[in-house]
């Protein structure tokens, strides 16, 4: 049996697919409709030939998603919830601020890394998403919020899964995304999150791509790491932190230090030196992201009066430190919390579909 139809969101901007004899400045027409006015439907391209838009949605999708659920939150923020053609779901959030707009997107259905404070990571591991799938939530996200794609300026691929374990396909997604035909984006304005794999941390150095490089450590030593991230026992700190050297002088860019504070766990004023330590001779901005608790997962967030303790260490130790609050808490805040959710449907706002001809 056939499977669905390709979404045209799989092709870098300058590759989308043509049929034979078609003059090439019908691509950049057909790149315009998709990325600077995200269209949904290929009857509103309306300076393409009939005949070229029958052809393209008989054998094309624009969105690759058969569903969409909207999670508004208090704060401002919206989560989605994407439902794949073969079933599967992943995530994004939205979070608009008011001097930019952001969208945090997933590279996988669920997660290989198995983190155990993280609510994706008790999903498992699905698939990888294609780059279109990638692409694709971004384009979903303006189109439900009612904003121009390049309205938004702010990508982080923070959501569920390792994006450097789906190295060629995150690496597509960022080009289209990069490309003046596509999104338009400044690499400078797109975050990639790491656990810390210094082999693909180093091939991403040779990319060339200014790109903010952000490393989920949670703790300054192997024997702790290793309690919470299975990877740890592959990838020690130090193997880590040697990589994010090399992607340094590569890239003469400042990298991101991630760390979820874990009551009892990593979240002492001991740890905060040790940390700041490591870190000594590298270009950092440690960025502590509270706990944000979801069921069964074992752990509590640190009191405020311990953030603020690990904070102030390393601020006293001239380390550049802020703390994250998560958005979105009353909306399944945490990645992977709506895909865990049995009840998650019934919670969000009206199914969406895509049009017909998406």
Known sequence: MPGPAPSLYDHLPSELPLPEGEPAYRRRQLARWLYQHGAQD?????????????????????????????????????????????????????????????????????????????AT?????????????IVGQVLAVAAHEGVEPRAIRNLVLMGMGEALLNYDHALRAIRTMIAPEGLDLSPRRITLSTVGLPG???????????????????????????????????????????????????????????YTLLRGVNDQVAQARALAGLLDGLKTHVNLIPFNPWPASGFQESTSAATERFRAELERLRVPVSVRFSRGRDAGGACGQLALSEGAAAQA??????????
Not at 121 to 133: F, V, W
């Open 121 to 133: 990571g008790a999903l498992g591991y699905g698939r990888n998403l294609t780059s279109g799938e």
């Open 200 to 258: 693909r941390i180093r091939r991403l150095a040779d990319e060339e791509l200014p790109l903010v490089l952000a490393i989920s450590l949670h703790a300054p030593d192997d024997a702790t790491r290793r309690t919470i991230i299975p990877t740890a026992y592959a990838h020690g700190v130090a193997d880590i932190l040697d990589a994010v050297r090399a992607y340094q002088q590569a890239t003469k860019r400042r990298v991101t230090i991630e």
């Open 349 to 358: 706002a009206p199914r969406i579909a895509p049009s017909q001809h998406a």
């Open 42 to 118: 290929f009857e509103v391209m309306t300076d393409l030939p009939q005949g070229l838009r029958d052809g393209l949605a008989a054998e094309h999708r624009i969105s690759p998603f058969t569903a969409v659920e909207r999670y508004p939150s208090r704060d401002g923020s919206v989560r989605y919830l994407f439902t794949l053609a073969d079933g599967s779901r992943t995530e994004a959030v939205y979070m608009p601020y008011e001097d930019r707009k952001t969208v945090c997107v997933s590279s996988m259905v669920g997660c290989p890394a198995g983190c155990a404070f993280c």
